[in-house]
């Protein structure tokens, strides 16, 4: 408990404060109520506060030596290394993620902590050539000054990372907004690390606050250039208004309604592995989770056997118990959302081949088939451990399904002849699908980032340094430009 009360603050120029706003964000255990700790929200003067802070520390922080950040960065992946089962069981506690996805989880934010030392030594700039005599156009690539991060839920460790890690690598200043439940593991414990990782003060700064206290001012003040923001593409879509409006570039990595397609030739066990982790990992609240299910007509049946045989062997409960593979969904709300929508489902015709109980945040595991291809069920993005399994007749038809969705973040396609998998993916609109595996993928050197309404722009490896730094143009005039007049 002292672990989340200790952390349970805002964080801003290096001090941990209690904030001022009206109200308190209770932070409770998904998986059995209890309440962690009661934070008081964050107020506009503390929005400002956080945002002239960073503004102050940036600039010696920018020119400081590459190698200096980086040696901060490996620190910091040093205390995240020696504090992982504390920062586990955090996940445990305050996600409901079960222990496999918060070990999961640590270990891919340990990797994006290792990239984000190679980025701070990694910006290029470049000489080219003019067409007037005697002139060097030399191009910097500059940190773009402050970043807002806006992180979510489900993944809030790792995806705030993910933004934080080399937005600090690039000299950048960083104010972090998390999601209001995970304050903790997506805000209070980052900046802790960072703190005894000796980071100067006010280069990371945590408001742990809501809409409904301070508005858009995360989005709207004149500091931040960039915000980073991962979430629904209903809220995604006002953030890149409001910044666009205010001229700010905008990164988001929004929701997902993932296509995991069997071809006829793929090895149906293999394939039936991958779709029940790519749909089920922590209980589906994963924006590149499989919602739909596509199989060829020809291997429908045995697939959809086995699927359901390994689906309802499923365990769900106690997401501490390194037995249990599906715990808690994130709150109350989002049960009784998840409960309503399979309900609409069989409304409309479909049938249910496991349906699952509810108790509580506890939601057991849904297979849905025979929807109706104009179903709206079909076109959203499911939140949580319900699944859709739709037959396909050839490829023409499986790329048409895959591509009938306003989203476009993740996909996979199982078959035998790998090639003839590659062809197929290159046709699905969807900023990342993979052959062979899973849906749920995330790479430190690769651009990681989605296509129509999934999001803007792109994050990891060299996407990071495009995100969160900006081109200057310096021209040399070395000898004497003719001028007209």
Request: glycine share 8%.
């Amino acid at each position: 408990m002292s672990f989340f009360t200790d952390l349970a603050h805002q964080y801003i120029d290096g001090e941990w404060r209690t904030g001022s706003g009206s109200w308190d964000i209770i932070d409770f255990n998904p998986y059995n109520g209890e309440k962690l700790a009661a934070i008081t929200v964050a107020s506009v003067d503390e929005v400002d506060e956080a945002y002239l802070a960073a503004e102050r520390a940036q600039p010696a922080w920018a020119a400081s030596s590459a190698y200096r950040r980086r040696d901060v960065l490996e620190r910091a992946l040093r205390i995240t290394q020696d504090r992982e089962d504390e920062i586990v069981e955090a996940i445990i506690d305050e996600l409901g993620g079960t222990r496999l996805k918060a070990a999961y989880e640590v270990h891919l934010a340990k990797e994006f902590l290792r990239e984000a030392m190679q980025t701070a030594v990694r910006p290029e700039g470049r000489i080219l050539p003019s067409p007037v005599e005697g002139k060097e156009n030399r191009v910097y690539r500059l940190p773009v000054g402050v970043v807002g991060v806006i992180s979510p839920f489900n993944f809030p460790f790792l995806v705030t990372l993910k933004s934080v890690a080399p937005a600090l690598a690039l000299g950048n200043a960083v104010v972090i907004k998390p999601n209001q439940n995970t304050p903790v593991v997506g805000g209070g414990l980052i900046a802790k690390i960072f703190e005894d990782a000796g980071l100067p003060a006010g280069l990371l700064n945590v408001l742990i606050t809501d809409i409904a206290e301070i508005g858009d001012a995360l989005i709207e003040h004149r500091v931040p250039k960039v915000i980073s923001f991962a979430g629904s593409d209903k809220v995604g879509r006002h953030v890149a208004a409001v910044a666009a409006s205010h001229f700010k570039r905008a990164v988001l990595e929004l929701s997902g309604n993932s296509a995991l397609v069997v071809l006829d030739d793929a090895d149906l066990d293999y394939a039936v592995d991958a779709a029940v982790f790519s749909r089920f990992v922590y209980q589906g609240q994963v924006c590149m989770a499989a919602n739909r299910i596509l199989v060829d007509r020809s291997v429908e049946a045995e697939f959809t056997r086995k699927f359901v045989a390994k689906v309802r062997s499923l365990v769900t409960g106690d997401p501490a118990d390194s037995r249990t593979h599906i715990g808690p969904v994130i709150n109350t709300l989002q049960a009784d959302s998840l409960t309503a929508l399979v309900e609409q489902a069989l409304a409309e015709g479909a049938t249910a081949l496991v349906q699952g109980s509810t108790r509580g945040n506890l939601v057991e595991p849904t297979v849905l088939s025979g929807l109706a291809a104009d179903s709206p069920v079909l076109a959203q993005e499911i939140f949580g451990p319900v699944v859709l399994l739709i037959p396909f007749d050839g490829e023409e038809e499986a790329v048409r399904i895959a591509n009938d969705s306003p989203y476009g973040l993740s996909g996979a396609v199982h078959t035998g002849n790998l090639e003839r998998g590659v062809r197929f993916a290159k046709r699905v609109e969807t900023g990342m699908i993979h052959v062979n595996d899973s849906t749920v993928q995330d790479d430190p050197q690769v651009a990681f980032g989605g296509e129509k309404f999934s999001g803007l722009g792109r994050l990891n490896g060299d996407s990071a340094v495009e995100a969160f730094t900006t081109q200057k143009w310096i021209s040399v005039q070395h000898g004497r430009t003719d001028f007209p007049f």
